[in-house]
């Protein structure tokens, strides 16, 4: 009986930007086998031929080659039907042997994680730039939103101020 544990790209992580890394792996695997050995119809013993091996002239060739005299009755004790049951575990743990490459990998793959993390506040920030400017534009042309509206609170924490350095018209009373 033989196990086979073959161990292939199963522990692969990909974090984009062509950054793959394989890791350790442990493969375990049960197995359990079955034999049985068993002889149909039963029988304890077997025949041979016993072939008759008179040389009456003594020139050492039978004088009757190929005549069986009888059969023999030959006791066999190993020819009992016999059962196994096994069962086991295989387990196999496989490391990296250049641990250089693995932590190689592993520093490409923080960098390039962190690159997907900036790409994702940079679009935060566009969307909220986005949002702001144009809530600022409704505003500004006298587009107001009922607090009833699902789109109310989109809008709720934009404001107007006068510009920096702009003269706003306006009158003064004199006395």
Same mark, same amino acid.
């Given at each position: 009986?033989?196990?086979?544990?073959?161990?292939?790209?199963?522990?692969?992580?990909?974090?984009?930007? #062509?950054?793959?890394?394989?890791?350790?792996?442990?493969?375990?695997?049960?197995?359990?086998?079955?034999?049985? #050995?068993?002889?149909?119809?039963?029988?304890?013993?077997?025949?041979?031929?016993?072939?008759?091996?008179?040389?009456? #002239?003594?020139?050492?060739?039978?004088?009757?080659?190929?005549?069986?005299?009888?059969?023999?009755?030959?006791?066999?004790?190993?020819? *009992?039907?016999?059962?196994?049951?096994?069962?086991?575990?295989?387990?196999?743990?496989?490391?990296?042997?250049?641990?250089?490459?693995?932590?190689?990998?592993?520093?490409?793959?923080?960098?390039?994680?962190?690159?997907? *993390?900036?790409? @994702?506040?940079?679009?935060?920030?566009?969307?909220?730039?986005?949002?702001?400017?144009?809530?600022?534009?409704? *505003?500004?042309?006298?587009?107001? @939103?009922?607090?009833?509206?699902?789109?109310?609170?989109?809008?709720?924490?934009?404001?107007?101020?006068?510009?920096?350095?702009?003269?706003?018209?306006?009158?003064?009373?004199?006395?």
């Amino acid at each position: 009986m033989a196990v086979q544990t073959l161990t292939g790209n199963m522990t692969t992580n990909q974090y984009g930007g #062509n950054i793959v890394c394989q890791g350790p792996t442990l493969s375990i695997s049960p197995f359990t086998t079955f034999g049985a #050995n068993y002889l149909k119809p039963y029988r304890d013993y077997y025949e041979t031929p016993f072939y008759d091996p008179t040389d009456a #002239n003594d020139d050492g060739v039978p004088d009757n080659p190929g005549d069986i005299l009888f059969m023999q009755k030959n006791y066999s004790g190993t020819n *009992k039907d016999s059962y196994a049951l096994n069962f086991g575990i295989s387990a196999t743990f496989s490391i990296p042997l250049d641990r250089g490459f693995q932590n190689q990998c592993k520093s490409a793959a923080d960098t390039q994680i962190s690159i997907q *993390k900036q790409v @994702l506040e940079n679009k935060r920030l566009d969307w909220q730039i986005a949002r702001i400017r144009e809530c600022g534009k409704l *505003k500004q042309e006298g587009i107001m @939103l009922t607090t009833d509206s699902p789109f109310f609170n989109i809008c709720k924490d934009v404001y107007l101020v006068p510009k920096a350095n702009q003269v706003i018209p306006h009158t003064h009373k004199l006395k």
